[in-house]
């Protein structure tokens, strides 16, 4: 047996070795799904047949890389380079590019990403008169994105009485006229969205049965990682595509489906033996990743799921820590003990700060913790959210060179037509856009037929119009001759947004132009790997693809040790040896918004078993007892997940239930991650109170309390007569400052002031009234 085979067990050897025919493995979390994906296709070389006929879709282009590699070493790196790999969204981009004519597209096509469309829809909105309180152009967009990847067109729309009536009873009657409207200009601007990526690569597989077949004669072995999440759209294309040869490989858990919120369909996995004729269907049981505790207390939670297969998890590893549970009084302190656990952790085992991970059902929780771990000089890195690559003056430049590439790129051409600022104003865009809309050209065709038509326009901006026109055509001469850098490089420097950052000389500035300086270093990088693999040609148009598909997790250079900040849909996947999981609490996760139904509390529940599955030593749940969300200060109460996992798997760093608990040890918790439990003795829980949640009634009322911030200042001392216990000499502790001691105290009842000086000898006058303050 070849050396690397030994490396798996039995179960995983034996898919592993089937090398023909439609095959589904099914397993639980950590049992070795990629790696039997991963070794499979280097079986399949090793058996003779050529990358070029490998097709493997996965979750990111990160995991398509880290694969690669690994068949790299075992194959030879030659021959690894071949395979295509990588998400769906980026193999059919590269797909869509050949054949982009057929569906009158441009081969040099934009890929729109969800900013430019939502701005699109924005200009449509307006353009229509429409109110924009009811058509929420966010919703709009979501909404379009899910008819695409349901494969509803502008037609099947309009031919669908249910879903026009849908959208009339929602108030919004005009919604098929934006799709219309959105799709025509799309279309007009050469421009694909993201959904368009799938759906035009469908279309084109449907449409052209030539193109289909020299598809299908290519991609002999089609291999799926993450198949539970894969959406109508994406499972047809799997579908076409193995119909010849039905050698299709597809791996996943239905118990880690967390995206149906955006299209994907549990069915895909429930349904695969009814697609294909002889499907093999292979099961994994052992867990490699996490100790004892972790799996069987994430069995535990995952059992309360009605809709499953039936599955087994089980690990030789250690027991390990049980899952520790930490409850604090606000997001603050959370924040705080995160940052300290971690600190200690790193302290007393010798650790980098890359083996900690934190994670969160939504991005606007990630700033408490942030805030946290910079206090601690704890380097962090934060994944998703507004990544590099969308910030504004990174995209403006991109935006110049999309229109490089593309001219009728109409959300590039609008954004920069007056950036920076050249005295084109939104009227003169307006009267442009109008004109176009009518002839269906872009807005740079008619700019570039000015003296043609008949436009209220100045002489003076017209002037200045075609000098826009003419620098464009400029940089266009110079991309026929120049690589993707020194372009970059240009076009910054002509298009004046250097001169303006650099003038503008506040932080904010010099912080852009830093990062107009990083994108051209990463173009540079670009550039020169390309030159080493391949000819250079194209390369501009292939750095833009890269980015406008890269998710964040793919700049991961792996080099960095940092603690990994993410939602934990990112984290799908991925794995890390000690585990965060903040905000665990009813309304956050599960969502307020996904409780309506027993199907999305499932899926809600899936998500928690994906997050706690992700640690390889040890988990921490952490709950805050109120939170600022939409600005406002919220009671909150534990999520109902921490209950679900059996007790016998849990350890409680704080008492678990609030009532009776405003306690000052709380602080020492936080502040050094452990607690003194002999502290805690004199406020027993009342035990066998009834969790609050399980009671509709009551979860009603506590939906009314959260209404009004009931907690005004939730660690101040109001509540509790810190005045009176003070005195010279008293030694407290203070939120933000840390440890002090009393040196003065003046003032009377509201007015009282205490002069104290903290640990690293500044002194400071505080009014009790509001003083963070505790006594040690
Ligand atoms: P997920 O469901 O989270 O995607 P998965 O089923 O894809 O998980 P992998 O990521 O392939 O699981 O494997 C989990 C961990 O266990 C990895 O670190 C992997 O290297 C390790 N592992 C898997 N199989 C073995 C094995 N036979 N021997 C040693 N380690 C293994
Ligand atoms: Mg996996």
């Given amino acids: 047996m070849e050396k690397y085979l030994a490396e798996l067990n039995d179960a995983q050897r034996a898919p592993v070795l089937q090398v023909e025919g439609p095959l589904m493995v099914i397993a639980g979390a950590g049992s070795g799904k990629t790696r039997v994906l991963t070794y499979r296709i280097a079986y399949i070389m090793s058996k003779g047949v050529d990358a070029f006929n490998i097709l493997a879709l996965t979750f990111t282009n990160k995991a398509a890389r880290e694969m690669k590699g690994r068949i790299a070493s075992i194959v030879g790196n030659s021959e690894a380079k071949n395979l295509w790999m990588g998400t769906f969204h980026s193999v059919f981009a590269k797909i869509l590019r050949f054949e982009a004519d057929k569906l009158g597209y441009p081969s040099n096509f934009t890929i729109y990403d969800t900013q430019d469309s939502q701005r699109l829809i924005n200009a449509i909105i307006k353009e229509k008169g429409l109110d924009k309180d009811v058509y929420k152009y966010k919703q709009i967009q979501s909404r379009i994105s899910s008819f695409k990847n349901s494969l509803i067109t502008v037609r099947a729309y309009f031919n669908n009485p249910e879903l026009i009536e849908a959208d009339a009873m929602a108030k919004r009657p005009r919604m098929g006229d934006i799709y219309?409207?959105?799709?025509?200009?799309?279309?007009?601007?050469?421009?694909?969205?993201?959904?368009?990526?799938?759906?035009?690569?469908?279309?084109?597989?449907?449409?052209?049965?030539?193109?289909?077949?020299?598809?299908?004669?290519?991609?002999?072995?089609?291999?799926?990682?993450?198949?539970?999440?894969?959406?109508?759209?994406?499972?047809?294309?799997?579908?076409?595509?193995?119909?010849?040869?039905?050698?299709?490989?597809?791996?996943?858990?239905?118990?880690?489906?967390?995206?149906?919120?955006?299209?994907?369909?549990?069915?895909?996995?429930?349904?695969?033996?009814?697609?294909?004729?002889?499907?093999?269907?292979?099961?994994?049981?052992?867990?490699?990743?996490?100790?004892?505790?972790?799996?069987?207390?994430?069995?535990?939670?995952?059992?309360?799921?009605?809709?499953?297969?039936?599955?087994?998890?089980?690990?030789?590893?250690?027991?390990?820590?049980?899952?520790?549970?930490?409850?604090?009084?606000?997001?603050?302190?959370?924040?705080?003990?995160?940052?300290?656990?971690?600190?200690?952790?790193?302290?007393?085992?010798?650790?980098?700060?890359?083996?900690?991970?934190?994670?969160?059902?939504?991005?606007?929780?990630?700033?408490?913790?942030?805030?946290?771990?910079?206090?601690?000089?704890?380097?962090?890195?934060?994944?998703?959210?507004?990544?590099?690559?969308?910030?504004?003056?990174?995209?403006?430049?991109?935006?110049?060179?999309?229109?490089?590439?593309?001219?009728?790129?109409?959300?590039?051409?609008?954004?920069?037509?007056?950036?920076?600022?050249?005295?084109?104003?939104?009227?003169?865009?307006?009267?442009?856009?109008?004109?176009?809309?009518?002839?269906?050209?872009?807005?740079?065709?008619?700019?570039?037929?000015?003296?043609?038509?008949?436009?209220?326009?100045?002489?003076?901006?017209?002037?200045?119009?075609?000098?826009?026109?003419?620098?464009?055509?400029?940089?266009?001469?110079?991309?026929?001759?120049?690589?993707?850098?020194?372009?970059?490089?240009?076009?910054?420097?002509?298009?004046?947004?250097?001169?303006?950052?650099?003038?503008?000389?506040?932080?904010?500035?010099?912080?852009?132009?830093?990062?107009?300086?990083?994108?051209?270093?990463?173009?540079?990088?670009?550039?020169?790997?390309?030159?080493?693999?391949?000819?250079?040609?194209?390369?501009?148009?292939?750095?833009?693809?890269?980015?406008?598909?890269?998710?964040?997790?793919?700049?991961?250079?792996?080099?960095?040790?940092?603690?990994?900040?993410?939602?934990?849909?990112?984290?799908?996947?991925?794995?890390?040896?000690?585990?965060?999981?903040?905000?665990?609490?009813?309304?956050?996760?599960?969502?307020?918004?996904?409780?309506?139904?027993?199907?999305?509390?499932?899926?809600?529940?899936?998500?928690?078993?994906?997050?706690?599955?992700?640690?390889?030593?040890?988990?921490?749940?952490?709950?805050?007892?109120?939170?600022?969300?939409?600005?406002?200060?919220?009671?909150?109460e534990p999520s109902r997940f921490i209950e679900e996992i059996e007790d016998k798997y849990v350890e409680h760093l704080t008492p678990p239930m609030r009532s009776g608990y405003r306690y000052k040890p709380m602080l020492d918790a936080d502040i050094f991650g452990e607690v003194d439990k002999s502290k805690f003795r004199q406020n027993k829980p009342v035990a066998g109170t009834p969790p609050s949640h399980h009671n509709p009634s009551e979860e009603k009322l506590r939906k009314l309390r959260k209404l009004k911030p009931d907690i005004a200042n939730p660690v101040g001392n109001n509540d509790t007569n810190i005045a009176d216990e003070l005195g010279v000499g008293t030694k407290v502790e203070h939120t933000r400052f840390g440890r002090g001691e009393v040196l003065k105290l003046e003032g009377v009842g509201n007015d009282r002031k205490a002069e104290i000086r903290f640990q690293n000898g500044e002194v400071k006058k505080l009014l009790l009234r509001f003083a963070k303050l505790d006594v040690l």
């Fill in 180 to 636: 219309q409207e959105y799709c025509d200009r799309c279309f007009k601007a050469g421009a694909m969205d993201f959904d368009d990526l799938l759906l035009k690569t469908n279309e084109l597989l449907t449409r052209f049965p030539e193109v289909l077949q020299k598809y299908q004669n290519r991609f002999r072995y089609i291999l799926v990682d993450e198949y539970q999440d894969t959406n109508h759209s994406q499972y047809l294309i799997v579908r076409a595509l193995s119909d010849k040869f039905q050698n299709i490989c597809v791996v996943g858990d239905d118990a880690q489906s967390i995206y149906a919120f955006r299209g994907a369909n549990i069915n895909n996995i429930m349904n695969y033996q009814k697609d294909y004729d002889n499907v093999q269907v292979y099961r994994l049981e052992q867990n490699y990743r996490s100790t004892k505790n972790i799996v069987e207390a994430a069995n535990s939670v995952i059992e309360k799921n009605k809709t499953r297969l039936d599955k087994v998890v089980w690990t030789a590893n250690d027991d390990g820590g049980k899952i520790k549970v930490h409850r604090s009084l606000t997001d603050a302190e959370e924040g705080r003990f995160v940052a300290s656990n971690i600190f200690e952790t790193e302290m007393n085992l010798q650790l980098g700060h890359g083996n900690f991970a934190v994670l969160y059902r939504t991005n606007s929780q990630s700033r408490a913790i942030e805030d946290a771990l910079r206090k601690r000089d704890i380097p962090y890195r934060i994944y998703g959210g507004l990544s590099f690559y969308q910030r504004k003056e990174i995209k403006d430049i991109l935006s110049y060179l999309r229109l490089v590439l593309n001219p009728k790129d109409e959300e590039a051409l609008v954004r920069i037509i007056n950036f920076p600022a050249r005295g084109i104003g939104q009227t003169t865009v307006d009267k442009l856009t109008v004109v176009a809309n009518h002839y269906k050209r872009s807005i740079f065709e008619v700019m570039e037929n000015l003296d043609r038509i008949d436009l209220k326009i100045n002489s003076g901006t017209r002037r200045k119009l075609d000098d826009f026109v003419t620098m464009i055509k400029s940089f266009q001469i110079m991309n026929e001759n120049s690589d993707a850098f020194t372009l970059s490089e240009h076009v910054a420097k002509k298009s004046g947004i250097l001169q303006l950052f650099k003038k503008d000389g506040t932080p904010e500035g010099i912080a852009r132009m830093e990062n107009v300086e990083e994108l051209l270093n990463g173009i540079k990088d670009f550039v020169e790997g390309q030159q080493e693999v391949a000819d250079a040609t194209g390369a501009l148009s292939e750095f833009l693809e890269d980015i406008a598909l890269a998710t964040d997790l793919d700049k991961d250079t792996g080099d960095d040790d940092r603690v990994a900040m993410m939602t934990i849909h990112l984290a799908k996947g991925l794995e890390f040896p000690y585990v965060y999981i903040v905000g665990m609490e009813e309304d956050l996760f599960p969502s307020a918004m996904s409780m309506n139904t027993r199907s999305e509390l499932e899926e809600e529940r899936r998500l928690f078993y994906v997050a706690l599955t992700r640690a390889e030593k040890q988990a921490y749940l952490t709950f805050a007892e109120s939170r600022y969300r939409w600005g406002k200060l919220v009671d909150s």
